[in-house]
C-alpha cells in the first residue's frame, strides 16, 4: 500500500470533485477506459470526491462530456507540481537545495550525548572524561571509533562492568552497567571489635570468634563495643586480639514526621491562555510573539514541535511555550484523604533508610491537628543486624 502511495505521489495526482446527476455512469466508463480512480468518496447525492493521475484526469473529458457532468479539481498534489512551482520560482528551489544541503550537513555531527544506566557516576563526570578524548558535541560522528570510546571508558572507570556505545542519527548514545561492589572487607588477619552501627535494643549476641560484651535487653549506643577482639590468654594470664565474628541482632526504630496544612492554596486555570513560538539554534534562539504575557500569575508549559518526520536530531528546534493564567484558591482538604496521603508519604520516606534484610517488628501511626496542622507521624520498630567490624588499633 505504502509502495502504491509512493508511486502516486512521484507521478503527481490531483484531487477532483464531479458533480452532476448522472455519477454511476460516469464511473462506469472510467472503468470501461481503464482510468484509474481511488479515494472515491460521496459527499452528497450529486457530488463524489475522488483521486486520479494526470494522465487518468486528461482522459476523462471525454467521459464528462457524455455524461454531462462538471468536473473541478480541488488540489494538486506530487512531485511534478512541486517541480513546476520551483521552475517558476527559482529563489525559492535554491533556498530549498541550500537548506536540504544544510540539513544533510548538520545530521553528520554529533548534537546530543545521552548517558544510560549510571547512578554512582555523574553524567557530567562521563561527558568531562569523553571530551579530554575530543569526543563532544559538535564532532562529526563519522569520526568517532565505538570500540575504542568503550574500551577508553572501561579503562577510566573500574566499576563499570559493561558499556555500549552507539550512534542513533546525530545521538551519541552510552549505555553502562555499574558493578555492585561489596563493602570493604578487613582481612581475617587484622584484629577487629564488632561495634553497633547505630542506636538499638540487644536481642540476640552470638559470637563466633571474639568474646560478646553485651547481653539482651541491653540499649546500645551508635560505636558502642558489641563483641570484643581483646580476649584473655588463658595460658599467660594476659590477652591477646583476634579478629572478631559473630551476629548481633538488635531492635531499632525508624520514625518520620509529615506535616501538611488542612486548609491548602492551590492554583485553577481560567481557561485563558496564549502562546509564543521560539526557534532555536543550539543554546541561541529567536522568540516570535505578539505581545507581553498578558497574566500576572500563569503556568508555563513547553513542547518541541517535530521539523522533521524521521528522528533526526539537529540543534534546530521549534519550540511553543504556552501560557496559562491561574488564581489562587484556598481549599480545605478532606482530613481522611489527607491521613492516608501523608501515611503513604511517610512510610515510602522510612522505606528508604530500611536496610535490605530487615525484620519488620510493628508500625505505629499517629495523627495530630494543631493551628491547622495535621502532623503524622509514623514509626517502625525492626530487628536487624547491627554490627559491624572495626579495627583494632
Not at 548514545?173 to 564488632?194: A, G, H, M, S, Y
Request: glycine residues 6%; contains cysteine; proline residues 2%.
Amino acid at each position: 500500500m505504502q509502495v502504491i502511495k509512493t508511486w502516486n505521489y512521484l507521478r503527481g495526482y490531483v484531487i477532483i470533485r464531479v458533480e452532476g446527476l448522472t455519477l454511476e455512469r460516469f464511473l462506469n466508463l472510467a472503468a470501461t477506459n481503464d482510468i484509474y480512480l481511488w479515494d472515491i468518496k460521496r459527499v452528497n447525492y450529486t457530488v463524489l470526491e475522488m483521486r486520479a493521475s494526470i494522465e487518468g484526469f486528461k482522459a476523462l473529458k471525454e467521459i464528462v462530456k457524455k455524461v454531462g457532468c462538471r468536473v473541478e479539481i480541488i488540489d494538486k498534489r506530487g512531485l511534478p507540481f512541486i517541480l513546476y512551482r520551483l521552475k517558476m520560482r527559482k529563489m525559492l528551489g535554491f533556498g530549498m537545495i541550500i537548506f536540504l544541503g544544510l540539513i544533510v550537513f548538520l545530521s553528520s555531527f554529533i548534537w546530543d550525548i545521552e548517558v544510560m544506566g549510571n547512578e554512582k557516576i555523574k553524567t557530567q563526570d562521563i561527558i568531562k572524561v569523553l571530551e579530554k578524548e575530543n569526543i563532544k558535541t559538535g564532532i562529526i560522528k563519522y569520526n568517532i571509533d565505538k570500540d575504542y570510546t568503550k574500551y577508553f571508558l572501561l579503562d577510566q572507570f573500574d566499576n563499570f562492568s559493561f558499556i555500549s556505545v552507539d550512534i542513533k542519527g546525530t545521538k551519541l548514545i552510552i549505555e553502562v552497567k555499574e558493578q555492585d561492589l561489596p563493602p570493604e572487607r578487613i582481612d581475617i588477619t587484622t584484629p577487629c571489635n564488632i561495634v553497633a552501627s547505630k542506636k538499638g535494643v540487644i536481642v540476640k549476641a552470638i559470637a563466633k570468634n571474639g568474646e560478646a560484651v553485651v547481653r539482651k535487653g541491653d540499649i546500645v549506643d551508635k560505636g558502642q563495643v558489641l563483641i570484643t577482639g581483646v580476649v584473655p590468654n588463658l595460658n599467660t594470664g594476659g590477652h591477646i586480639v583476634v579478629h572478631s565474628e559473630g551476629e548481633v541482632l538488635a531492635k531499632t526504630v525508624y520514625s518520620y514526621k509529615l506535616d501538611e496544612p488542612i486548609m491548602k492554596n492551590v492554583k485553577v486555570e481560567t481557561g485563558k491562555s496564549m502562546e509564543m513560538r521560539e526557534l532555536k539554534f543550539g543554546q541561541k534562539g529567536i522568540k516570535f510573539s505578539k505581545g507581553e504575557i498578558p497574566f500576572k500569575d500563569y503556568t508555563e508549559e513547553v513542547r518541541e514541535v517535530k521539523l522533521f518526520k524521521k528522528n533526526i536530531n539537529l540543534p534546530i528546534k521549534l519550540l511553543v511555550y504556552e501560557y496559562k493564567e491561574v488564581e489562587t484558591k484556598e481549599i480545605k482538604q478532606n482530613i481522611d484523604v489527607l491521613k492516608k496521603s501523608t501515611h503513604i508519604k511517610a512510610v515510602e520516606q522510612i522505606n528508604k533508610q530500611l536496610p535490605e534484610k530487615v525484620q519488620i517488628e510493628s508500625k505505629d501511626v499517629k495523627y495530630h491537628v494543631n493551628d491547622g496542622i495535621l502532623s503524622t507521624t509514623v514509626v517502625i520498630e525492626a530487628i536487624e543486624d547491627i554490627g559491624e567490624k572495626q579495627i583494632i588499633n
